[in-house]
């Protein structure tokens, strides 16, 4: 088997070590960033295995991109390259049901190549990019190029979201008409562009509907709550899958856990809803410490206290089903004019590690690092329906899914700099702040994309 590193092959290699310079045999794994080609076979052995079902220490063994076996204890599989992660958790790459990619239109803000590296440096292995681009994303020819083109960096897995109408003009549907059964898209939303026409509205969850792919639901007009439970309704009188993004009210929470104790059935329940890591972790104390209406400004806007600690509250309880970014970058002199959006992909999983899941973490309502992994991870994947097992499964460690994977060091202590993002988007409300727990490594399809440091490396042979 060969190995490909900086561009060099190196084989036969039987187990690969990746430590530091000035190793110690205490310090955790440490990593470079760079690909990796994929290896036919891959061992990662000692780690603390962790997703929405499971957290134990054992190892994981990949072959051909997908999960072939996980095991407790450590592996003994002939051949392939062995990664020993010294405890540190593994866990399901992160899914991101809400990201702007700034691409097609906006290169200064975003380009595939910078969202891409910049999503896994986040942990993430699959993500949703909105179709407010210009032009808009209104085709399924046009979703199909971003993604084709996306998908060729061989950094993650990126779904458009088809617009709703076409131009986002709310006058006529787009072609969700024509995308049953499309490969392409797995979600339709306006974005931050509600449609007033409520005929039209309905129109559009009835082609979903039809086409079996899920509406997302950026609820602005009229204000969060009014728009909320109208969406609600709506999707209800379709009898179509409803998806609320970035929900920042306790009311608008209040809705949502309505609509589904109406709609729950045997099949299941077609409301699902986000929240964001800012809205979990900042209120408008902090907008306002920003500049609320530059630097601290975002759709919708930094909440109060008690909205925030109503979010968590539904984080802990359930109400809530995923964690998304809603990474929207931009530029320095775009904040200052007032652009509304943060970059989220590079700070998500510390954010919300930090406020819900970390020991000493100030919140009343902690939740586990499995429970965490689900909102990140699995449930978002269940909503794009790509849940199952089977080539296209991923958000599990289980034989027949993806080899999507991530590393996570929870003891890593950082401060946010955002002049060290891959982003282009510079513009973090958690610049200078102190976050713990990071991530270090990331896999996709079985090969590494992402690596945090440069440290020395050996091939030693067994």
Request: aromatic fraction near 4%; proline fraction near 5%.
């Amino acid at each position: 088997m060969a190995l490909e590193v900086f561009g060099k092959i190196v084989e036969p290699v039987q187990k690969t070590r990746f430590r530091p310079a000035g190793w110690n045999g205490k310090k955790k794994l440490s990593i470079i960033e760079a690909v990796i080609s994929s290896p036919k076979k891959l061992v990662l052995n000692n780690f603390r295995i962790v997703d929405e079902s499971q957290d134990f220490h054992g190892s994981v063994i990949v072959e051909d991109g997908m999960i072939a076996e996980v095991l407790e204890g450590e592996a003994r599989a002939a051949g392939g390259l062995v990664i020993d992660g010294g405890g540190l958790v593994l866990m399901p790459a992160l899914v991101d049901l809400h990201a702007h990619f700034r691409e097609p239109g906006a290169p200064e803000k975003e380009t595939l190549e910078s969202a891409s590296l910049a999503a896994a440096a986040g942990g993430y292995g699959t993500v949703v990019c909105m179709a407010n681009t210009d032009p808009v994303t209104d085709t399924l020819a046009q979703a199909a190029a971003i993604k084709h083109r996306c998908d060729a960096l061989g950094l993650i897995d990126l779904y458009p979201a088809l617009s709703l109408t076409r131009g986002m003009e709310g006058k006529a549907l787009s072609e969700i008409t024509r995308a049953a059964h499309s490969e392409v898209t797995r979600l339709f939303s306006e974005d931050g562009k509600d449609m007033p026409d409520e005929r039209l509205f309905l129109a559009a969850f009835a082609a979903s509907r039809r086409a079996g792919v899920t509406v997302s639901c950026h609820c602005d007009l009229d204000g969060e709550d009014a728009a909320t439970g109208r969406a609600l309704r709506l999707a209800a009188r379709a009898d179509a899958r409803i998806h609320l993004a970035h929900v920042s009210t306790a009311a608008a929470v209040d809705l949502v856990r309505g609509a589904k104790q109406r709609r729950s059935g045997p099949a299941g329940c077609p409301v699902s809803c986000e929240v964001t890591p800012h809205h979990l972790a900042l209120t408008e104390a902090d907008a306002a410490a920003l500049g609320a209406d530059s630097f601290g400004k975002v759709a919708p806007p930094l909440r109060s206290e008690a909205d925030r600690r109503a979010l968590v509250a539904a984080i802990a309880g359930g109400a809530i089903d995923a964690i998304a970014t809603d990474h929207a970058p931009h530029t320095k002199a775009g904040k200052e004019r007032g652009a509304p959006g943060f970059s989220g992909l590079e700070t998500a999983f510390a954010v919300c590690h930090t406020t819900l899941a970390a020991p000493g973490s100030a919140e009343r309502d902690t939740i586990s690092l499995s429970r965490l992994s689900s909102l990140l991870s699995a449930a978002p994947a269940r909503i794009l329906g790509l849940g199952a097992a089977g080539p296209r499964g991923r958000g599990r460690i289980a034989p027949a899914y993806r080899a999507d994977l991530c590393v996570a060091d929870l003891d890593a202590a950082w401060t946010v700099d955002p002049a060290a993002f891959k982003s282009r988007g510079k513009n973090s409300p958690f610049a200078g702040r102190g976050l713990r727990g990071r991530i270090i490594m990331t896999l996709h399809r079985g090969g590494v994309v992402f690596q945090q440091t440069a440290p020395q490396m050996s091939f030693p042979r067994n």
